[in-house]
């Protein structure tokens, strides 16, 4: 069999092997993160998206702008199917692991192949090849690879010394592409160098000179995305502030840990403990000092062992050095490690692992390849358990509480999936339980305090935001909480203050626009509420209910010309949203179309046969139309529905009474007051209808009753004087 037909065999071998381990993930849904990158990713969706992902570096979570644009593309292909988004992830860490092989292949390593081998199946790899919103590191792995192909093509040509500058031009493109992918491609240049120095023992000045631009690039990139890390996603604040001792143990102690999983590939979590970095703990420091001396005795014995397992060694270390606490990275307010940290620096220890093998077994066939099917099948196996952790975000974090019962992101998430499906009280348990773990967890104060809301606990509510605040003074979500507890609690003054403070520490954020600007027009304050109107326009641009109120609210304030456009385009969003028609309905009462109202209406009831609410509103607007006959038809469904709801049958006795059934209105305006005798409007109507039957001395009892109730009623007055001065003044 010849070399070329051996390496497709190989290749398809590595293929079939890394789909059956990973199979479970394509039937996974989206988990923690993936909606920020994906489902609720407002750049995938919106017009000018494209534009947004490449031109403004905060529209998305992280300025990795070639990723963003691939969750573009699979979104105009197959929308939110996680199935796509899964599949694609596979493709390209397969085509990594090929990669991986190919490059090995060229530096003439032993064991090139089971090393790819071991990238591509390793359980390690689940949390990176599973998690959707890992795509950035898989694809910066393609292209980072890609890069160093291409340059050691360049640095070690086919045909020394004569050195084809397409490759350098190549890896370079190629490296550009790797960091808008993902930062840590940074790392790159230095393990060029490393294998330069392991392949020649030296480094020229030549060599290092066609390096500096890459490394000059990497600074840029890696200047500015450490600056988003902060400023844009967060990572700023106790939970991200170490001193230089703890940065120290951390970065000694980190590298064992992933290395321990490596070759013991068990109880993988996708959050694991928290370190407790106490500086005057003195064990600690035996972390970095092991790493130390184990690199110097790597170094001093070079020559006898060959410099491969300090190159493996460095490669290991230097593609750990973003993650090792010398910048600050989101994900350690939760944990200090994390499995796909070490997504590509594993490659070193692999390498490594199966040069040794090969050395060792070479004249071995027979057991090298039973101890390489051995290998195969269990990593294989054991990576096709962990990626079913990954089914949904549910199964995930109670994967991760099995792993690690003291994980304060995982009860708080896992309460956070509970409240929303209903089970407000078992998610109390899990948001309790994660911040006894970690008292200072402002998410968790706000999710337990608006737990407490939603069960009518509005005073426990307000407490738990104004508690989170006090650490916490610029929380939006604790300012919304607050707000909306001193809402329920009839405070309003209170609850202006807070969503205004809401909004201003988080300008584009939408429903806390919209909400401000609903309590500002039911203040009277219409004008003030109109900017913060836009401003929820401008952040959802597809919220029907926003569109919805900014109309109302400039249809009240006889802004007739600009309150139709907004109803119309809210309408392209949703032609069949039977509260938006009828309101449109309404508006063209106002302005007199009864003609595009009864069409608004009549689309609406056919859209709502069954929304009791919808069909109240809607046979009042029958009634406003004077087509009392078909009034009195919704009415009597909207009846069937909810018997006693009073507004209806008060609707339908006024249909009664215009379409010439008198008394039987009249009965049922007497039986409606007996239900709810504090009603003024009603007791109005009913003088009105009493007035109309030519009973002026009942008119003015219940008319005088009206006023009772509500002194400034101004409508129920001008009927009373009618009737004083008449006998029957509607007739």
Known sequence: MSLAWQRRILAAALVLIAVCAFFPALEGGFVW??????????TLTMDGGLAHIWFSPQSTPQYYPLVHTLYWLEHHLWGFDPLGYHAVNLALHILAALLLWRLLSLLSLPGAWLAALLFAIHPVQVETVVWIAERKNILSAVFYLSSALCLVKYFFPDKPPVRTTRWYTAGFVFFLCALLSKTVAVTLPAAILIILWLRRGRVTRHELAALVPFFAVGLVFGLHTAWLEVHHVGAMGPDWTLNPAQKIILAGRAPWFYASKLILPFKLVFNYPRWNLDVARFFLYLYPLALAGLVFLLWMFRKKISRGPLAAVLFFLITLFPALGFFRVYPFRYSY?????????????????????AVLLRNQRVLSATLA????????????????????????WEHTLIGNPQSFQAHNDLGTILATRGNLNAAMVHFQKALEIHPPFVEAMNNLGRTYGALGQYAKAKELSLKALALDPQNAIAHMNAG??????????????????????????????????????SEGRPAQARPFFENALAAMPDNISAWLAYAQVLENVRAYEFAAELYKHALKLNPNHWELLCAYGEFHLKTCNPVEAGF?????????????????????????????????QVFDRALNLEPNKQEALAGKAQSLFHSGLRAEALALMEQVLDASPDSPVKYYNYGLMLLAAGKPDQARVHLQKALALKPDFASAQKALDLALRQKNPLQ
């Open 33 to 42: 993160d993936d909606d920020h990158y994906v489902t609720g990713n407002p």
């Open 337 to 357: 490690v994390a499995d796909h940290f070490q997504y590509m620096a594993c490659i070193g220890l692999f390498v490594l692992a199966a040069a040794m093998g």
């Open 373 to 396: 099917i051995l290998v195969a099948g269990t990593l294989g196996w054991l990576t096709w358990n962990q990626s079913h952790a990954y089914k949904d975000s549910r199964t995930l």
């Open 484 to 521: 909306m507890a001193c809402l329920n609690r009839k405070d309003r003054s209170c609850a202006l203050k807070h969503l205004a403070l809401a909004v201003a520490a988080k300008p584009d954020w939408g429903q806390a626009n919209l909400t401000l600007a609903r309590l500002l027009t």
């Open 600 to 632: 608004c209406f009549d689309k609406a009831l056919t859209m709502a046969p069954e929304e009791p609410q919808a069909l109240l509103r809607l046979a009042l607007a029958f009634n406003s139309l004077e087509r009392y006959t078909t009034a009195i």
